[in-house]
């Protein structure tokens, strides 16, 4: 009998049944956006879902999702401008999306797949994270009346897990979800699987258009609010990128609002260390926001639980900085001890590089963070710093350039050190256009380059150019 | 000895190391992909480290072994990290000058 479900179970019969299962499990068959050669529809994919922006600002509105309040950080501002050229130093301000009821941005994303799967019939919801999208499905599914799975990344093989999780472990459980914890690996997506097809619930993907649309709302708000209080629009927003949902559905709500801000992508430098490593899982300290999830989700999008990923950052993306782990947790006590709001360290992490480009700007001018995150036991600095010490990672003052993930944290001496980094946009652009040119069965026509185009945010010169060097 | 209709927590291999996908790096390959997960014991009786059934929270049957009964949270603030303070005295100092920090 035993043998019978692990033969059935396998990880190869079980991804094997991946496009049937996420069918049944969303009710979207992705095989017709599919176009000739290498292009898909994406706005078709984005305009299909049935919600329009002005649904999810309802559905949200519905759910006391969003609607989240700007604040100016007035002495981080003046700090910047003690290490600003004169004239230099643009006002920094953050939008606190942890006054969401789950405490992140991340429910914009939960409340359209929750209230869709309700309205398909769905029992329940089912997603992969570690990180707040659990928190946030889980409290929309309590809010709307669905049961709620949430399958983590979270162990290592001595069963020592990162408290931030452990700690969203909890808050999931508290607001009605089961809560399937996992060792490292990517497996985690298999596992989902497997709960799919066993509940029959909905795949409440964070690649999904529902999850991706959800997050124009932020744009939208952020353009219509600096309209409001100060008559202008922001020239900078930046946004800490991971999973690529973020920042695409900020850009694309910010388009729709006509706000022509700088879209600005900032991820927590972890190079070096390997996302799936057992020996390597617990050497880091930001489970999110980072390079490893940032740099494989912008340069290859598709690689997600659903086959065609509404998060595609590198088509509104700007600029790329990075930070370092040490620049994060320097700033997160910045923003308690010198503006007396106490928040999540990673959701810090496009703070860290808003501190740094406001230098670069003058003023008159305005730079954005784009989210705070609720903070706590586990997710706090104290715990994180704590538990990255225990696991033998050396704490210090310095330059943060010296920094090396997994081995140290280097907190800046001085202010004037902690700097964003600029990553090299074009070289992610062509790493993106290789991947999608490698398994084309057809020579590459001009319907596939203004594709490239479009998915790169590039010019179609860029795009042959690259094309050439295959 | 936990009861049927405790809360508990167990403790089962998804996937064993020759199972996993090919994909991984050397040290991730050679350990299992373990899972845990709490529910109501349907057991009678058992014992920690009893192979039992639970019913979730969603209502789903799992099974395992059973590490945990009452199961709590026990996540915390940490250790003490001077360098925290250390921090704070800078930044204080950075901005309003030496004598408020």
Redesign the interface.
């Known amino acids: 009998m035993i043998n019978g479900m692990i033969v059935d179970k ?2 190869q019969a079980v ?1 094997g049944r991946k496009a049937e299962i996420i069918d049944k499990a969303m009710g979207v068959d992705y095989s017709k956006y599919e176009r000739d050669g290498v292009a898909f529809d994406y706005e078709a994919m984005m305009n299909d879902t049935g919600y329009t922006l002005a649904d999810h600002i309802r559905i949200q509105r519905q759910h006391n999702v969003g609607n989240t309040p700007i604040f100016e950080l007035h ?1 981080l501002t ?2 910047a401008r ?1 290490y600003a050229a004169p004239g230099k130093g643009a006002r920094i301000f953050v939008k606190d999306e942890a006054s969401n009821p789950a405490g992140s941005f991340k429910e914009r994303r939960a409340a359209a797949s929750v209230y869709h799967a309700k309205k398909m019939g769905y029992k ?1 919801v089912i997603a992969a994270t570690s990180g707040n999208y659990g928190a946030a499905v889980a409290s929309q599914a309590a809010m709307q009346g669905l ?3 949430i399958v983590q990344e ?2 290592d ?1 001595h ?1 020592s897990g990162q ?1 931030e999780i ?2 969203k472990a ?1 808050k999931c ?1 508290a607001l ?12 985690l997506f ?2 989902v699987l497997v709960m799919l097809e ?2 029959g619930y909905f795949n409440a993907s964070l690649y999904s258009a529902f999850g991706v649309g959800g997050v124009e709302t932020l744009g939208w708000e952020l353009g219509h609010q600096f309209l409001e209080r100060y008559g202008r629009h922001p020239d900078v927003v930046v946004c800490a990128n991971a999973g690529g949902g973020n920042l695409t559905g900020t850009a694309r709500g910010l388009i729709k609002a006509g706000c022509p801000a700088q879209v600005v992508a900032a991820s927590v430098d972890l190079k070096g260390l ?1 996302m ?4 390597q899982f617990n050497r880091k300290s930001f489970t999110t926001a980072h390079t490893g999830f940032g740099v494989p989700y912008a340069t290859d999008p598709d690689h997600s639980d659903v086959p065609r990923s509404a998060a595609r950052p590198l088509r509104y993306m700007d600029r790329y900085v990075t930070v370092k782990q040490g620049e994060v ?2 700033i997160t ?2 923003l ?3 503006e007396g709001m106490e928040k999540r360290p990673a959701g810090n992490t496009s703070l860290a590089a808003a501190f740094s480009l406001a230098q670069e700007m003058d003023q008159d001018q305005i730079i954005v963070a784009q989210e705070t995150e609720y903070t706590g ?2 997710k ?8 990255a ?2 696991n033998g990672i050396e ?3 310095g330059d943060p350039a010296d920094e090396i993930p997994g081995t140290n944290i280097v ?1 800046p ?3 004037g050190l902690l700097k964003a980094r600029d990553a090299d946009l074009d070289h992610m652009r062509a790493s993106l256009i290789r991947r999608q040119v490698r398994n084309a069965t057809a020579p590459i026509t001009d319907a596939d380059v203004a594709y490239l185009v479009e998915e790169t945010k590039s010019d179609e010169a860029f795009v042959r150019k690259v094309l050439a060097t295959l | 000895m936990a009861k049927k209709n405790d809360w508990v927590r167990i403790h089962r291999n998804v996937l064993e190391p020759q199972e996993r996908t090919g994909k991984l790096p050397e040290d991730t390959k050679q350990v299992p992909l373990e899972m845990w997960v709490k529910g109501r014991l349907q057991n009678e009786t058992a014992e920690i480290g009893d192979e039992v059934t639970i019913v979730t929270s969603v209502g789903r049957t799992e099974h395992g072994r059973l590490i945990e009964v009452n199961p709590c949270y026990e996540l915390n603030y940490g250790a003490f990290v001077p360098e925290i303070l250390e921090m704070e005295g800078r930044l204080r100092s950075a901005l309003f000058g030496g004598d408020r920090a």
């Open positions: 396998s990880y991804t002495n003046a700090l003690k329940g049961k709620c799975i979270c162990y093989s069963a408290p452990i700690e909890r459980e009605g979800a089961e809560v399937l914890q996992l060792t490292v690996g990517p497996e298999y596992e066993e509940t390997s799936a490593s057992d020996k947790f320097y006590e910045a308690a001890t010198l036991a586990g706090h600095i104290q715990p994180q710093l704590a538990f010490r225990q704490l210090l003052f907190f001496a001085d202010p």
